[in-house]
């Protein structure tokens, strides 16, 4: 990504590379003091809580998924695999990236990384949907560095 320099640099023309230039921040000041409000601390009557079940390793193939006791725990209104969704692989954010490069939004029979979500659990609160994300079982099988 490139910059544009202001008129104030005005012996210089061309390209300012973002590497080394030096980016005002406005926002530390509130983090390092506690006064940030993120998503988090908002309390919306009725809102619902997604949590994520990642992979654990790098690269595997799901032989299975047992969510019994995730579905049936307090709160928890939804928990969805890929196998539930009906749609395909999602594109990247940037349309430069190769088409190669389009992921399902939930691993389907494979894990490419760790990290990678392979369960959503939609629960009335956050802590019901962590207790039931640690109440999932998958079995996989891993893959062998290529």
């Known amino acids: 990504m490139l910059l544009r320099r202001s008129p104030v640099d005005a012996g210089s023309v061309g390209p300012m590379p973002l590497v ?10 509130r983090l390092l003091t506690g006064d940030a409000r993120f998503i988090a601390d908002l309390d ?36 969805v695999t890929a196998a539930d969704l009906d749609i395909g692989p999602q594109p ?11 992921r399902p939004l939930l691993a389907d029979g494979r894990v490419r990384f ?25 079995t996989t099988t891993r893959c062998p560095p290529s």
């Open 20 to 29: 080394g230039t030096p980016v005002a921040r406005r926002e530390d000041h």
């Open 44 to 79: 919306l009557p009725g809102c619902l809580s997604v949590t994520y079940v990642t992979s654990p390793v790098a690269h595997a193939v799901i032989r299975s998924i047992d969510l019994d006791a995730a579905r049936s725990a307090p709160g928890v209104v939804d928990v």
């Open 114 to 138: 760790v990290g990678e979500a392979v369960v959503a659990i939609v629960s009335e609160t956050d802590a019901q949907g962590e207790d039931a994300a640690e109440w999932s079982r998958s």
């Open 92 to 102: 990247q954010v940037s349309p430069t990236y190769p088409s190669a490069m389009a």
